[in-house]
């Protein structure tokens, strides 16, 4: 019989957390759950010219990275789980964690590199909470925004918006392209949703059946995930905010 997963899910004092010097972090979140933000992150890192990780802060029972690692590496002492998939590192952090503040502090790097923060928790959340998650996500120079290209996936990426910084906004939006988005869902699009979309700062993330249906394993991520991802990194290099 497997063993239950530990909880740590009590929200630890306020702890803070600085990035290595030279190291691009790149904050993911979704609109909703199973949006497919997990996809997103990995997409995002896969695509980076030199080294990159992904640290995935959910729970260890909500884990879209679970199966996708090559090979598994074990834990570390600062509260994580790594595996590897070709150059990119898979973090991903043990137990079932039910706040925010409880996942630990990335591991320290010494190199640099892409970091891709999949936060796992839902947007409100992670703002109302003190430790780095929270500093993180009104801090950083860019936060993608995962959504689907659904009337209800379109109103969560309007709210979503409305609770970030929306000048530091770019959306991935999961799904049929824009131009075959159906009439109701193209005229329920909101004013922040249009205002990206004028801004070139919406991007279209083709779904793949297989995928869809088998989650991320070791298997290849599709040629056509891995252009829109190329497309979403390049407007996250572009930020000023990311300037090396």
């Known amino acids: 019989m497997t063993p239950p997963l530990a909880t740590v899910g009590t929200?630890?004092?306020?702890?803070?957390?600085?990035?290595?010097?030279g190291e691009l972090v790149v904050p993911v979140v979704g609109a909703a759950?199973?949006?497919?933000?997990?996809?997103?992150?990995?997409?995002?890192?896969?695509?980076v010219e030199g080294r990159a990780r992904v640290v995935e802060c959910a729970s260890a029972s909500m884990s879209g990275l679970a199966a996708a690692s090559m090979t598994e590496l074990g834990?570390?002492?600062?509260?994580?789980?790594?595996?590897?998939?070709?150059?990119?590192?898979?973090?991903r952090a043990p137990g079932v964690r039910t706040h925010p503040d409880?996942?630990?502090?990335?591991?320290?790097?010494?190199?640099?590199?892409?970091?891709v923060i999949d936060v796992g928790f839902r947007v409100e959340q992670v703002l109302d909470g003190h430790a780095w998650l929270s500093s993180l996500l009104t801090n950083a120079g860019s936060v993608v925004v995962v959504a689907r290209a659904t009337i209800p996936g379109l109103?969560?990426?309007?709210?979503?918006?409305?609770?970030?910084?929306?000048?530091?906004?770019?959306?991935a939006v999961l799904g049929q392209p824009r131009r075959r988005w159906p009439r109701a869902a193209t005229h329920?699009?909101?004013?922040?949703?249009?205002?990206?979309?004028?801004?070139?700062?919406?991007?279209?993330?083709?779904?793949?059946r297989i995928l869809a249906l088998h989650g991320l394993t070791p298997a290849p991520l599709p040629a056509r995930l891995l252009t829109a991802a190329g497309a979403?990194?390049?407007?996250?290099?572009?930020?000023?905010?990311?300037?090396?």
């Open 11 to 21: 929200p630890k004092p306020a702890e803070r957390w600085t990035p290595a010097s």
């Open 33 to 47: 759950g199973s949006c497919g933000a997990t996809t997103v992150a990995l997409a995002l890192a896969t695509v």
């Open 75 to 91: 834990a570390d002492d600062h509260g994580w789980v790594h595996g590897t998939r070709d150059q990119v590192r898979l973090d």
């Open 102 to 115: 409880a996942v630990p502090t990335p591991s320290p790097i010494d190199t640099r590199e892409v970091t």
């Open 155 to 171: 109103r969560r990426l309007e709210s979503t918006l409305h609770l970030l910084d929306a000048e530091r906004t770019i959306a």
């Open 188 to 208: 329920g699009v909101g004013g922040l949703t249009a205002a990206l979309v004028a801004d070139g700062r919406l991007v279209e993330i083709p779904e793949d």
């Open 232 to 244: 979403l990194l390049s407007l996250i290099e572009g930020t000023p905010h990311h300037a090396h």
